[in-house]
Each structure stands twice: as structure tokens, then as C-alpha cells.
């Protein structure tokens, strides 16, 4: 098995009393970016969660035939790469330092210990987001899209070969959303396993080759998006009438009306 499969089979997740995340199973395999979907508070950064081990879970996660549980915490570090939904950053780092973070896991733990590949690491993924000319710049001094950039930045500068990343194009222009999509899909179609969690069914509909349509903590659905992002689930699951065609090959759909 390649380094980045997933199998999860019968994952529960209970916080704070309630039962936020039951019966979920389904595989996943490296050099494939699986899109998260469902409403607010269908489980979705919850599932993010339990997957990358930061919150306790009952069920089987294996990865790459290794029951994740039994991986130390600086092994997950390495192999898990995660951008929060939430990625405030209260004290005024320049932007590389904060990239910089993503090599803590590699030993990189102060601007002294950087290897020279630490180095490169932190320019490919300033690069990535176009942010190398803002990388001396404080983070605090950021816009709020161009921080998320700097968020998936620092989850590149990790290059684990698995990346979760929580509405990484939530508060981004157009034209960053479509670049950052590319450039997840294009770390999958380098070997890397990237789950995407996203509001964005347009997005998901392109970009993703499987979606995962979570509802009330279930798994609806998964399957190719053509297949999940069908009208009948969109207008079950979301309450939505959804505009769908297909361009250059690929499904387009724009959210239409509110049931
Ligand atoms: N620490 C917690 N204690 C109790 N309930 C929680 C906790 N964290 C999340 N929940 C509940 O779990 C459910 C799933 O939350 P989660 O954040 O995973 O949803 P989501 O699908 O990511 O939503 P959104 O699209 O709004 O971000 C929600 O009903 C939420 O209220």
C-alpha cells in the first residue's frame, strides 16, 4: 500500500455528550483529492479532525496498512499536514516564519535549525501561493485571503503525503480559489492523498475526484462527483436547486434557488 491510503472503517466521534460522527467508512487512496461536502454542522471538519488524530475517535483509521493511533504524535506531524478552518494568528511573525512552522516536524523547531531542504521547502511552498513577495511582511498586516494562503503554505512547507485542508479557499478571490484548487490537485496527481472540506460544490464538482456528502454525521454518499452532486442529493441533502451543466469536460454547478 502506498504511503497515503486511507480505510476507515465504523468511525464514531462523540464530543461533548452528543454523537457528532457515526458509522463512517470508506477508503481512500493516494493521488486522490477527495472533496468534504455536506451542510453546516454535518460532521465535516469534525471527520477532518478525527482523521489527522486531533480529536479522539472509536473505529478503525488505517493508513497505509499502520492503525494511525499506534503512529507517535511527531510521526502523525510528519505524515499529516493540516490547514484549519480557523488559522488566526495573534502575534505579528513574518510570513515565513509562520510557513516556516510546517518543518517543525522535521526537527525545524527555531529559524536556526533550518537545513538547507527546510529552506527550500518554505520557498517552494511561499511560491506555491504566490507569496513570495510578501514573505517578510507581519501576518497580522495580512488580508484574510491572503493569510489563508499562508496557512496552505505552511501545510506544504510540511510536505507530508497526506493534507487535510478545512475551506482552504473560504474569504479568497477568484482567482487564488482557482489556484489553490489546481495546486491541491496537482499535490494529488504528485501522490499525495488531499481531502478538501468545502462549501464550495462548484469547486468540488471540478476539482475532486471523489466526494464524500456528509448529513448529520452520516455518510450520505461517495462517489465520483458527477454521481454524489447529482440535483435529486443536492435538492435532498442541501435544500438547494442546482444549475448543472458540463464545460470542457467537466460538471459545472451553480447553487440556484433555496427550497
Ligand atoms: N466540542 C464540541 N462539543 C459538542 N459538539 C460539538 C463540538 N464541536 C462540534 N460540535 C458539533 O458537532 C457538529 C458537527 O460540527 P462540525 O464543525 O464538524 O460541522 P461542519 O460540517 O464542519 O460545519 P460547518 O460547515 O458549519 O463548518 C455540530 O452540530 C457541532 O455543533
Known amino acids: 500500500m502506498t504511503s497515503g491510503n486511507f480505510e476507515v472503517c465504523n468511525l464514531h466521534v462523540r464530543l461533548g455528550g452528543r454523537n457528532v460522527l457515526r458509522e463512517i467508512s470508506f477508503s481512500a487512496q493516494a493521488g486522490a483529492l477527495i472533496a468534504l461536502v455536506g451542510p453546516s454542522g454535518a460532521g465535516k471538519t469534525t ?19 499502520e492503525n494511525l493511533r499506534a503512529l507517535s504524535v511527531a510521526q502523525r506531524a510528519q505524515k499529516l499536514a493540516y ?11 513574518p510570513v515565513r516564519d509562520v510557513v ?23 520557498a517552494r511552498a511561499l511560491d506555491a501561493v504566490d507569496l513570495g513577495d510578501m514573505a517578510e511582511r507581519a501576518v497580522t498586516q495580512l488580508s484574510g485571503g491572503e493569510r489563508r494562503r499562508v496557512a496552505v503554505a505552511r501545510a506544504l ?28 490537485r496537482r499535490q494529488a496527481r504528485q501522490g499525495a492523498l488531499v481531502f478538501v472540506v468545502t462549501h464550495d460544490l462548484g ?4 476539482f475532486a475526484d471523489r466526494v464524500l456528502m456528509l448529513r448529520a454525521g452520516r455518510l450520505e454518499e461517495a462517489g465520483a462527483p458527477r454521481d454524489v452532486l447529482a440535483p435529486a442529493q443536492l435538492a435532498e441533502v442541501f435544500a438547494i436547486d442546482a444549475f448543472r451543466c458540463d464545460h470542457a469536460s467537466e ?9
Open 47 to 65: 471527520l477532518l479532525r478525527a482523521l489527522a488524530g486531533l480529536i479522539p475517535s472509536e473505529g478503525g483509521i488505517v493508513m497505509a496498512g
Open 83 to 93: 490547514v484549519p478552518q480557523d488559522d488566526a494568528v495573534h502575534w505579528p511573525l
Open 100 to 122: 516556516a512552522l510546517g518543518r517543525y516536524p522535521h526537527g525545524a523547531t527555531r529559524p536556526g535549525r533550518l537545513r538547507p531542504r527546510d529552506v527550500e521547502a518554505i
Open 157 to 184: 512547507a510540511t510536505e507530508a503525503p497526506v493534507l487535510f485542508a478545512d475551506e482552504p479557499t473560504a474569504s479568497v478571490d477568484p482567482h487564488y480559489q482557482l489556484s489553490i484548487m489546481t495546486l491541491l
Open 203 to 206: 469547486a468540488a464538482a471540478r
Open 251 to 259: 460538471p459545472v454547478i451553480v447553487p440556484w434557488a433555496a427550497r
